[in-house]
């Protein structure tokens, strides 16, 4: 017997059963695990830009304008993780866990829109 004995019964005729099957939540997870990647590498610009003007323009101490950095990173890496949710539930919703196929991308670049506008707000903050 190699079925768990404590896993919920299952039904064939049950409509939700079986939406995601493993491979589904590992593209989903690589996928996004990728974009995190170019995710961080595309905001580092923008944050390097920002830190100068902390610290050149706001006379802010480097020390505390590195350790801000850092908790504005993790807040966007916090936020990052509203992607893959949003694929996930898109899928199971509307798609019974098949691929999205470009709508990734589609939710990537809208992330990536919206968390670069935040560095643009703290850049004109900082400039005034």
């Given at each position: 017997m190699s079925e768990n004995p404590y896993s919920p019964p299952r039904s064939d005729d049950d409509p939700g059963a079986g939406i995601f099957d493993r491979h589904a939540l590992v593209d989903i997870v690589k996928g996004w695990e990728k974009l995190?990647?170019?995710?961080?590498?595309?905001?580092?610009?923008?944050?390097?830009?920002?830190?100068v003007v902390w610290i050149g323009r706001q006379g802010?101490?480097?020390?505390?304008?590195?350790?801000e950095a850092v908790i504005i990173a993790i807040g966007a890496n916090m936020a990052f993780l509203l992607g893959p949710a949003a694929e996930l539930y898109f899928r199971a919703?509307?798609?019974?866990?098949?691929?999205?196929?470009?709508?990734?991308?589609l939710i990537f670049g809208a992330g990536l829109v919206i968390s670069a506008g935040v560095f643009v707000l703290a850049f004109l903050l900082g400039t005034v």
């Amino acid at each position: 017997m190699s079925e768990n004995p404590y896993s919920p019964p299952r039904s064939d005729d049950d409509p939700g059963a079986g939406i995601f099957d493993r491979h589904a939540l590992v593209d989903i997870v690589k996928g996004w695990e990728k974009l995190r990647i170019a995710y961080n590498l595309i905001l580092l610009v923008p944050g390097i830009l920002v830190m100068v003007v902390w610290i050149g323009r706001q006379g802010m101490p480097p020390v505390l304008a590195v350790i801000e950095a850092v908790i504005i990173a993790i807040g966007a890496n916090m936020a990052f993780l509203l992607g893959p949710a949003a694929e996930l539930y898109f899928r199971a919703i509307f798609r019974k866990g098949e691929s999205i196929g470009r709508g990734r991308l589609l939710i990537f670049g809208a992330g990536l829109v919206i968390s670069a506008g935040v560095f643009v707000l703290a850049f004109l903050l900082g400039t005034v």
